[in-house]
Structures are given as C-alpha cells and as structure tokens.
C-alpha cells in the first residue's frame, strides 16, 4: 500500500509559477514510476507529466511541454511538478499518482492517488 500527500497548490496569477509537491509512504514508495494529473470543474482527469522510478524518462502532456517539470528525490520519497508561465486553464485540482501497469498516460494504469491540491491561475 502506497500513500500519496500533494501540496504547494494555490492561487496564483498568469505567467506565474507554482511547484507541486507528493510526498509518498509506505511499502516500495520510492520504486514507482509516478505521474501528475489534473482534473478541471466539470471535465475528465487529464495526464499532465509522469516520471521514471530512476528519474531516467519523463513525459509531459502537450499542452504543458516547455512550460512544466516533473522531477523526484528518492531519498525523500517526493515527486514534484514545477509549473511555469501558468495560464488560466492551468486552473485545476492536481493528483499526484503511482503507476502499476498499463499504458502511462491513460489514469487506470495508475493504482493509488493522493488527495489532490487545488491550482488556480487568475486572468
């Protein structure tokens, strides 16, 4: 079992800059690849980024390649997203997820959540 804690959302303005943080525990925590979703009010919970157990490989969403950053510290068992030049339809409630099988960019290959940290970038 895989407990995952998402912080560091809030409001931010456009163009701004925010860093998510998911802090996992429990059993192998740190030897998940993990992945970043976003679900918006009233739409499905989108892909946003995901990274190797090893930091090897990382994948991003098109709508936020050259703008976010995925990276983690095993020794801290922490994944964040760091997120620049936000845009209002960045506004969001982020997930932070660890992969078990499946395809990576689809959320049913993902089989624990965090709670999720609401980001909101005002106009």
């Known amino acids: 079992q895989v407990q995952l804690v998402e912080s560091g959302g809030g409001l931010v303005q456009a163009g701004g800059s925010l860093r998510l943080s998911c802090a996992a525990s429990g059993r192998a925590s740190s030897s998940y690849p993990m992945g970043w979703f976003r679900q918006a009010a009233g739409k499905e919970r989108e892909f946003v980024a995901r990274i190797a157990w090893s930091s090897s490989s990382t994948n991003y969403a098109e709508s936020v390649t050259g703008r976010f950053s995925i990276s983690r510290d095993n020794a801290k068992n922490t994944v964040y997203l760091q997120m620049n030049s936000l845009k209002p339809e960045d506004t969001a409630v982020y997930y932070c997820?660890?992969?078990?099988?499946?395809?990576?960019?689809?959320?049913?290959?993902?089989?624990?959540w965090g709670q999720g940290t609401q980001v909101t970038v005002s106009s």
């Open positions: 997820a660890a992969y078990v099988s499946g395809s990576w960019y689809r959320r049913e290959s993902y089989g624990y």
